[in-house]
C-alpha cells in the first residue's frame, strides 16, 4: 500500500479516545505498534487519569518526532494579586518588565501549526510552560497540552517556571499525569517501535534568584535503569535543564549535571534534547563505547526566533538514519543527517 493512510486509532485500541486519526505509511502489522509505557491516560472524568494504561499506537516506520520546549505560554495579571514581595512577585516583575514582551502566543501558536502541519508522530515538551507556577497558569497549560495532539502522542517534562513554588508540584502532578512520569518514578518512558522516549524530571522549587533543577539519585537510578533496558532502540532522553556542566551559570544549572553527564556518557543514548536556555545550541557528549551523543537545545516555542526540532527516526541495518531539521513558523532550515547506534 503506497502514500500515508489514516487508520482510526479509537477502533484499534477499544478504550474510547473518540474520532482520533493517526497517518501511518502503510497499514501496520502488530510489530509496527509503539506501546506506551509508564504515564496515565485519561478516563474520562475531570481530572480523572488511569495510571499506567497501555495504548497500541500504530507508527510509520520512520518516526517523526517534534521537540518544543519554552513555550512561557500563559500570561500573567497587570496588577499584582497582592501579598508580600516573593519569588513569585519577582517573576512577575520580570514578566511584566521584559519576557512579555518576548513571549508571543501568536508566535506559540504559528509555531505550533508549522509543526502540525508536518505531522510529527510524536511530540516532546521539555517544560517551562508557565511562568510563575500559579494555578490558574497550571490549568492553561493543561488545556494547551490537551490541544496540542492526542494524549498518547505527547510526553512533557516539566521546567522551572512550571515547579515554582508551593502547590505548583502537586496541580501539575494531578493535572499533567497523561504526559508526565508518576509522581513516584521522576522518568516516564514511552515506546514508538524502535523509539524509546524517556523523560526525566529535573524541575525542583528554588529560592529567589536560583533557577536550577536536580534529577536526584533516584531519578539517576530510574534513568539508568531505562537506558539499559532500551539498549539497542533508539534511545531520546527528555529534560528540562541541560545534562552536562558548564552549558549555563551555576545559579541556573542541574545541581547534580557531572552525575547526569557521566551516566549518560556510561550508558549511551541516541540523543537528548532539553531547554531552559531557549536557544539553538548543540553539544557532543562522547559515551563509553566510543560514540558521540548529539545533546540539542531547541529555542522558545513562543519568543521571537521561535522554533522546534523536528528529528526522522529510520532503522537501517542494525543502526538508526537520524535527519534532524528546525523548523519555524516559516519554514524549516538546519537539516542536518547522521547514523546513530541509538
Ligand atoms: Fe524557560
Ligand atoms: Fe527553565
Redesign the pocket.
Known sequence: MSGRESSSLSALTGVGVADLRVECGSKPSTSDYGIVGTGAVRNGTKRGYTPLQLLPVPIPLTMRLAHLT?P?LTPLPDRWPGGRPSKRWLSWLSWQRRRRHLHRREQLEALVDAVRAAGPDAWAVTG?LCQTGTPDEIDEATAWLQRLAPDERVLATP?N?DVFGPGSRQRIDAQWAAWLHRPEDRVAVRRFGPVHLIAVDSAVVTPVGSARGEVGAAGRARLAAALREARGRFRVVLIHHPPVPGLCKRRKALADDAAVASLLHDEGAGLVLH??L?HDHRYDLPTADGATLPVFCTP?ASAPDAAARLFDIEPADGTFRVRMRLIGPDGVSGEKTWVSAG
Open positions: 519554552d512561557h517551562d521546567g517556571h531547554g531552559h531557549h522558545s
